[in-house]
């Protein structure tokens, strides 16, 4: 368990000091919002209606992009090898790796996502399912990402390919969590979501590392 | 057999002698089924004459599922037991099943306006078999972007392992949510309700879109087989060939 914790730690700490890698994504993720009223106007009463999806889709793109600082340096230096010849089975250092993502992707556009809410006028009674649906299904956004990131290590284009591959996979989350923001606007019942929301992301949790380490081991050989 | 065929020589011998036999079957069937689907089989009492699309619809649409189910299988043999021929009847096999999803979705789109006057709308089944064709343009996009053909196979045959997810989401999407999309009218327990008259050509239709979808596999992957061979000889022979179709 302490090489799952040293991994984490490391990953982290890599991505706060190379400057600007989470302010990046938080970056991407309020320029995607605000594009959103330039395009289809900024009437509020459309904008009210449309605000949770407005913030899920932008955070569905802020997660694609910042994919490749998975496995793309590790895969580079060598690194990746190390991990794959360690004791730690890979399954468990690529579960490491997106908790690693998580924190430093998925949680800071969680956080940030409320404010975004009010730019897009969302409605206040959403805003609260808005972020417990982004907390549950940001998990499964890096896990699957992780997926077509180690699948894409050495190809030609990698970051628009995995991109490709990881967004017919992100529609779950996408449906059930901006489904639930939606419900919880118009005073519907948000628990059927939020719980398949979750069962996806435990979902992933399974299936992910095992897929994403097979897809390493093909990467490396 | 399977263990048979694995010798690339064989499996050309035993392909040449039954592709010419499978085009011939498969032209009969569908010639008519075809006919008897389009001029034949009673207008339904509700749709009119506008149900014939469904005779290409369906068939299409039950191709797309069981050729996704094909790649996935025969990616799994190629991960698991290292079967020589295995990857490339997943890639020869990708494209077909992509055109087939591509004809379902369109053949739906021309179907459901007239009957629910809209072109596309955003219901479980059409978003899930959407998805089933977006999973079959990434799996072969991602095959094709590694200049080792051999990592672009290995890295598909997981992809088409993850998406397999999808296909029992399609099968139940309409059971699931509430659609707009027919529920299922043939595939159920309790039997069909379709009524006979429609049925028969239905499946003498489905059986035509088998038989191609087997020809225009087993065409790929001679061609597949023999593009190898081509460069093969190119890398280790030293003959000069004019640049094959890479």
Redesign the interface.
């Known amino acids: 368990m302490s090489g799952l914790w040293v991994l984490v730690r490391r990953d982290v700490v890599l991505a706060v000091r190379q400057g600007g890698e989470i302010g990046l994504v938080v970056g991407f993720f309020i320029l995607a919002v605000v594009l959103f009223p330039f395009g289809v106007g900024p009437e509020p009463e459309m904008l009210r209606r449309i605000g949770s999806g407005i913030v899920w889709v932008a955070a569905l793109l802020a997660a694609v992009s910042s994919l490749d600082r998975l496995f793309a340096a590790d895969y580079a230096d060598g690194g990746l090898d190390l991990l794959a010849l360690s004791p730690l089975p890979l399954e468990l250092a690529v579960l490491a790796k997106c908790a690693a993502h998580w924190l430093t992707t998925g949680l800071p556009l969680t956080v940030i996502a409320p404010f975004l809410a009010l730019i897009v006028d969302a409605d206040p009674a959403a805003i609260p399912v808005l972020v417990l649906g982004l907390l549950i299904g940001t998990p499964a956004l890096s896990l699957i990402g992780a997926v077509a990131a180690a699948l894409t290590l050495g190809a030609r284009r990698p970051g628009v390919l995995a991109a490709l591959l990881v967004l017919p996979l992100y529609l779950p989350p996408l449906i059930f969590g901006a489904g639930a923001a939606e419900a919880a606007a118009t005073g519907g019942g948000v628990r059927a979501e939020l719980l398949l929301l979750g069962a996806f992301s435990l979902i992933a949790l399974v299936v992910a590392p095992v897929a994403a380490a097979a897809a390493v081991r093909e990467a490396l050989e | 057999m399977l263990t048979r065929l694995a010798n690339p020589a064989r499996f050309m011998r035993a392909s040449g002698a039954v592709l010419p036999w499978l085009a011939a079957a498969t032209a009969l069937v569908l010639a008519v089924g075809l006919v008897w689907a389009l001029v034949f089989a009673p207008p339904d009492y509700q749709q009119g004459e506008s149900v014939r699309i469904m005779f290409v619809h369906v068939p299409a649409a039950w191709m797309a599922s069981a050729a996704y189910l094909f790649v996935a299988v025969a990616s799994a043999v190629a ?1 698991v037991w290292r079967h020589p021929l295995a990857e490339i009847a997943a890639q020869a096999a990708a494209p077909v099943g992509a055109a087939f999803t591509f004809v379902c979705l369109v053949t739906g789109s021309l179907w459901g306006r007239p009957m629910w006057g809209a072109w596309w709308v955003w219901d479980a089944r059409l ?1 899930s078999v959407l ?1 089933l064709f ?2 079959y ?2 799996y072969i ?2 095959v094709n ?3 080792d053909p051999a ?2 196979g ?2 598909g045959a ?2 088409a ?3 397999v997810i999808n296909l029992p989401i399609i099968k139940f999407s309409v059971d699931w949510w509430n659609t707009l999309h027919q529920p299922a009218s043939v595939f159920r327990l309790g039997g069909p309700t379709i009524a006979l008259s429609l049925l028969l050509p239905l499946l003498l239709m489905a059986l035509g879109f088998t038989l191609l979808f087997a020809a225009l596999v087993l065409l790929r992957m001679r061609t597949a087989l023999w593009e190898r061979r081509l460069r093969a000889l190119r890398l280790y022979g030293g003959v000069s060939l004019p640049h094959a179709a890479e």
């Open positions: 991960l978003t998805v977006f999973l343009l990434g996009a991602l972007a590694f200049d990592r672009g290995r890295a997981i992809l392992l993850v998406g």
